[in-house]
């Protein structure tokens, strides 16, 4: 009787499939030829039709379809069409932006921790609380959000980070009801953190237009030119700035990374300006302008200068300003160390600008850790140095008349 011969089987046998000890074909003889016996050299792998174990099949669970598809994707080709559809929607324009460390997480954490504190209130602290408390203060709201961005980065290295940011992170360490709750705090803050800075923007813009335009006096609040008394003039600024914001924000992504970009320029700009300023006392002034009580714009002059407190790099004026100087003020009676305190703690707590883009790092439980903990060094050794700088450079007290700085001082 003619043996009915299995070409699979005959493959495996001249393949060598190695090594499993089941059960194979015999060797095809009249007795055998309906039978299996044991041969330790044959496999599993040709004698069904299911899938075996593999390691490919386990190692990411969300695209364990593309490793064993169904019997109808194979049969109808619709394994091949989601590939296809895949890679095109990766690869349109617009749509998957990924970025680094650099991008999507220390410069944006930069560009929320420079803000306006540090141009508008860091002065008002050190003047407050002298230098070294006005130092332990900049080291304490540092120390409470390093310790914030190492949980963090514990959390973003402690499995894949998927979208969702600080509420993604919370929910997956407490759940997601404390997750979604702190979430909600989280939306509620950087919202409103949109209009103290939109407000700190339209106050600087008020300024200069009543330093720099002739004429000037502003838009709706006539006749004012202290800072306080042009409420409805920085309602009408700041109205367009925040539809500028909404209008950017519904570019997307990549037009807010160029912006970001720009602004992070100017920041650095700005603070180079103010590095070379402190050591620059020149006999014409400054490029700064300023209106006098006629209406006419001109240079701030350098007697001006020093008569607004300048004093340059002083021993005696670092020793002036050591200790605090508590004064009371329109907004704050008897102001203490806490009261600066939480007057500057809103400064540091840009550290989730980062995080809050994790869906869109490409890898996230890398750049996260770096990108933030960077940031927080940098921008805490530059808030140290211009505090000191402020405290060193500039008296406590001054008139702002240039002709009592000039008496004073023998200066004709």
Not at 69 to 96: C, F, S, W, Y
Not at 219 to 238: E, L
Request: net charge negative.
């Amino acid at each position: 009787m003619e043996a009915n011969v299995n070409a699979g089987f005959e493959n495996e046998k001249t393949g060598g499939g190695g090594g499993g000890g089941f059960l194979s074909p015999g060797d095809n003889s009249e007795v055998n030829s309906h039978t299996y016996v044991y041969e330790p050299d044959k496999s599993l792998r040709k004698m069904t039709i299911e899938a075996l174990p593999t390691a490919e099949n386990y190692q990411d669970l969300k695209n364990i379809a593309e490793y064993r598809p169904t019997l109808d994707e194979l049969m109808q080709g619709k394994l091949a069409e989601k590939e296809e559809i895949k890679e095109e929607i990766d690869n349109r324009k617009g749509k998957v932006i990924k970025f680094g460390w650099i991008e999507g997480v220390m410069m944006r954490c930069l560009l929320n921790i420079w803000g306006t504190m540090l141009f508008l209130r860091l002065t008002w602290v050190v003047g407050q609380a002298g230098i070294w408390q006005g130092l332990l203060v900049i080291t304490l709201c540092n120390v409470v959000t390093w310790l914030s961005a190492l949980s963090m980065s514990a959390i973003s290295t402690n499995g894949q980070i998927a979208a969702g940011g600080v509420y993604y992170m919370i929910s997956r360490s407490l759940g997601p009801a404390l997750g979604g709750s702190i979430g909600l705090m989280f939306t509620m803050a950087n919202t409103i953190s949109v209009g103290t800075y939109t407000v700190g923007f339209a106050t600087s813009v008020s300024d200069l237009l009543q330093d720099a335009v002739p004429g000037w006096d502003g838009i709706v609040d006539k006749g004012c030119r202290i800072a306080g008394c042009r409420d409805n003039d920085i309602r009408i600024i700041g109205g367009p700035v925040l539809c500028l914001f909404l209008f950017i924000a519904f570019a997307g992504m990549d037009w807010v990374t160029r912006i970001q970009k720009a602004l992070l320029v100017l920041l650095i700009f700005a603070q180079c300006d103010m590095f070379a300023g402190s050591f620059l006392d020149l006999e014409w002034g400054t490029a700064y302008v300023q209106k006098n009580s006629a209406g006419k714009v001109s240079l701030l002059s350098q007697d001006q200068r020093h008569a607004y407190g300048y004093s340059g790099w002083s021993m005696e004026t670092a020793k002036e300003n050591f200790n605090p100087n508590w004064e009371d003020s329109s907004l704050q009676k008897n102001p203490g160390f806490f009261d600066a305190f939480g007057v500057f703690f809103t400064a540091v707590t840009g550290i989730v600008a980062g995080a809050n883009l994790s869906g869109d790092l490409k890898d996230p439980s890398y750049s996260i850790p770096k990108g933030t903990l960077l940031s927080i060094i940098f921008t805490y050794v530059t808030y140290m140095y211009f505090a000191l700088q402020t405290g060193c450079v500039f008296n406590n007290r001054a008139s702002g008349i240039a002709e009592e700085y000039r008496y004073f001082n023998k200066r004709g």
